[in-house]
């Protein structure tokens, strides 16, 4: 079957069929493939049985990778390989255990000195409910947005901390073993709040609901609820794609153009396993 694109109807989001983790791109499937994520942001790949040197070659494909620094969640023979879920003893979950608790709205690495450009997320199992992760499209959010306060968006700089995502850990109770993950020592990053897509040309906000703890020359009040404020605006659910996985479901986004959250499951009575590959950045963020 020949590479065949479809869009949601939803501003992000499509369904690649014709092609699949298991073998790594050639050169005209790679283009074809950073085309659709350029014009839709985020694309899904069902029915996928992939091993993890596959998904790793697979991603490898489209650029350097960034191994997650939390040593403990890396596949002991696949490095490249983050392993996100709730089994085993260093449980990686981004979603408060309240079914109706708070999103964290991240795109990934934001906090790293490299950022992450595109990560895949594969699902191997997935609970009977819940677990959905959401995208919102920041081109979107930013092109939304007010010219007055564009403005001012354009001229903020955020410092973005892994003690921003350490506290939501704690403060929802997260299983106090993902905890751990966050000690990493990752110093505070500065970025600018609006950057422009190096393929599109586009403006986006850039920017995580808790991993963006101030803005630069503002007092820590003002900030928190600017942040807030834009978090609500800018992950409307006009703006979104909502994801329910099935296992098998790879999905491949562009972290320059869209934050993501994890919702609520039930970490203590399902499962939920994922492999994630994680492209570099290999742009300058401005
Ligand atoms: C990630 C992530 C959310 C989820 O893997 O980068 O944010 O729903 N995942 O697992
Ligand atoms: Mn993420």
Known sequence: MALKITPYETVIGARVEGLGLTAPPDLAEVHALEAALELHGV??????????????????????????????????????????????????????????????????????????????????????????????????????????????????????????????????????????RTTVPDPPVERPLVRRHPLTGRKALYFGSRVSVAIVGWPDNDARAFIAELTEHACQEAFQYRHSWRAGDALFWDNRRLLHAGTPYDTQGTVRLMHRTTLRETEPIR
């Open 43 to 180: 694309l899904l790949f069902r029915d996928q049985r992939a091993s993890p040197a596959q998904q790793v070659a697979f991603t490898g494909a489209f650029g350097p990778l960034a191994p997650t620094e939390e040593a403990d969640a890396r596949l002991p023979d696949q490095p490249e390989i983050f392993v996100v879920g709730n089994v085993g003893d260093h449980p990686v979950i981004f979603s408060s255990p309240e079914p109706d608790g708070p999103l964290e709205w991240h795109t990934d690495h934001s906090h790293r000195k490299e950022a992450a450009r595109a990560s895949l997320l594969y699902a191997l199992e997935v609970p009977p409910a819940g677990g959905d992760t959401l995208f919102a499209c920041m081109y979107s959010a930013y092109d939304s947005l007010p010219p007055k306060r564009q403005a001012l968006c354009d001229g903020l700089r955020l410092i973005h901390s892994a003690s921003g995502l350490r506290d939501f850990i704690e403060e929802q109770g997260i299983a106090p073993t993902a905890a751990k």
